[in-house]
T-cell receptor, first 117, second 113 residues
Framework: NAGVMQNPRHLVRRRGQEARLRCSPM?????VYWYRQLPEEGLKFMVY????????ESGMPKERFSAEFPKEGPSILRIQQVVRGDSAAYFC???????????????FGPGTRLTVL | QQQVKQSPQSLIVQKGGISIINCAYE??????FPWYQQFPGKGPALLIA?????SEKKEGRFTISFNKSAKQFSLHIMDSQPGDSATYFC????????????FGSGTQLTVLP
């Protein structure tokens, strides 16, 4: 029973390049969340997606960042024209909301560590 | 933006001792309070969680105490072991359709052998 999978685990980009991070949720999960963790800090919410829909992108920077979760395939977090300040660990989480339970545990992947040179 | 304040920032405990980490939140629009454990280079792993209609939850050596009126909750690790050395994050889950986790800043726990 595979957990949340993310790739690549490490990504190095030069300033101005594009970074593309992938996340495959746990089997049976249709809700995906992206979080960013800066060094020595907690995780910060970026975006919440369901299949083919962006539900909440209130934590996503307005420019250069985009996310998608297509009907088929993994969720993608795309960062265009990366800058040094984008260097961080990016974590994906998935959940399966149980109707009426009031809770929906989010399970995290191992993260992608992005380094911008 | 909603905040979750976590303390202490770091904690050193002797093996067999009790580790206590505290969190406070700002509003009442949360319906789920998880604690995550993170080892270096790994993703956060759910440790234990509580709903606001319960004041305490215990799972093995880990206990969450929840004080709804004070808007505070804490993690107690009994009989702390060197293998518990990790960073611990409290979080709140917003109610409604947003479902985003708001994390505390983390507590780096070191358990000395």
């Amino acid at each position: 029973n595979a957990g949340v999978m993310q790739n690549p685990r490490h990504l190095v980009r030069r300033r101005g390049q594009e970074a593309r991070l992938r996340c495959s949720p746990m089997k049976g999960h249709s809700h995906v969340y992206w979080y960013r963790q800066l060094p020595e800090e907690g995780l910060k919410f970026m975006v919440y997606l369901q299949k083919e829909n962006i539900i909440d992108e209130s934590g996503m920077p307005k420019e250069r960042f985009s996310a998608e979760f297509p009907k088929e395939g993994p969720s993608i977090l795309r960062i265009q024209q990366v800058v040094r300040g984008d260097s961080a660990a990016y974590f994906c989480a998935s959940s399966h909301i149980l109707i009426g339970s009031g809770t929906d545990t989010q399970y995290f992947g191992p993260g992608t560590r992005l380094t911008v040179l | 933006q909603q905040q979750v304040k976590q303390s202490p920032q770091s904690l050193i405990v002797q093996k067999g001792g009790i580790s206590i980490i505290n969190c406070a939140y700002e509003n009442t629009a949360f319906d789920y309070f998880p604690w995550y454990q993170q080892f270096p280079g790994k993703g956060p792993a759910l440790l234990i969680a509580i709903r606001p209609d319960v004041s305490e939850k215990k799972e093995g050596r880990f206990t969450i105490s929840f004080n709804k009126s004070a808007k505070q909750f804490s993690l107690h690790i009994m009989d702390s072991q060197p293998g518990d050395s990790a960073t611990y994050f409290c979080a709140t889950l917003s109610s409604g359709s947003a479902r985003q986790l708001t994390f505390g800043s983390g507590t780096q726990l070191t358990v000395l052998p």
